[in-house]
């Protein structure tokens, strides 16, 4: 188990209360739209929302800091890049140390996610209540492993069945949910599949960060020589996706403003 790892205390819940955890590796515009996308789009009143900076270079952790100032969002900053997963399950241990007012459901998404629904929790959070399920999630087929699997750019997790003993956290290295989603499915956990992608609840832009890296020249990054071939957006080959995303980006441009303004910060933090 890794450093740090934090289990979900035996304390009440909130009800209605959701935690949004999300990790930002140099994209710091896309992570900013996907924030003036849960204050603008999404309806839901009681969210918490965690960003983890993994060392970001482009500004990323400048900004969040300044959100997280005004109360728009918990930053974690780390020094350098500990990676998608450890980053995950940094933030899911920091949400259960906290003892008072904790989430009843969380939220794990990508950064260069946008919500373009407003009904996006509240219809996956039915899906999780009618099925008594664990985890929501999107599925696909896992050719590595040959297994049904959820894609990891959107899931949403019961922490008390979830984040304890017996399941495995997120992990470093390919997808960081697999571990977490075979064990839970393992210790008899129901895991309910969601068309998060698929009905445009949200739509995801894909290899946001290895496009970053693949643009930094870093040669020395372990996703690097897969980055070279593997940084184009795929917005999970839904129809009409790219366009939607665009128009998105281009009402959160209009209103936010250049990123290092306070007009900026005021809309990535105030709910409409």
Known sequence: MPDGLVRWPD??????RVAVVTVSYNTRELTALLLWSLRRILAWESLEIIVVDNGSKDGSAELLAKIDAAGGCRLIPNAGNTMHGPALTQAM?????????LPRWVWVLDSDIVISRPDALQKAVQRAEETDAAIVGEPWWDSWHKTDCFLAYSLLIDPVRVWRDGIEPFTDGGDPAFDLLQSAKA????LCEFPFVKDRYVIHRGRSSLFAV?????????????????HEPHFGLVEGAPATHDELMNAFRAEAGPLDDQKAVAALTIRA
């Open 93 to 101: 241990s920091f949400l259960a140390s906290k003892g008072s007012e």
């Open 187 to 190: 210790q008899g956990e129901t």
């Open 214 to 230: 693949w643009q930094s020249g870093d040669t020395t990054h372990p996703s690097h020589d897969w980055a070279r071939d593997h």
């Open 11 to 16: 304390c009440p819940v909130t009800p209605g």
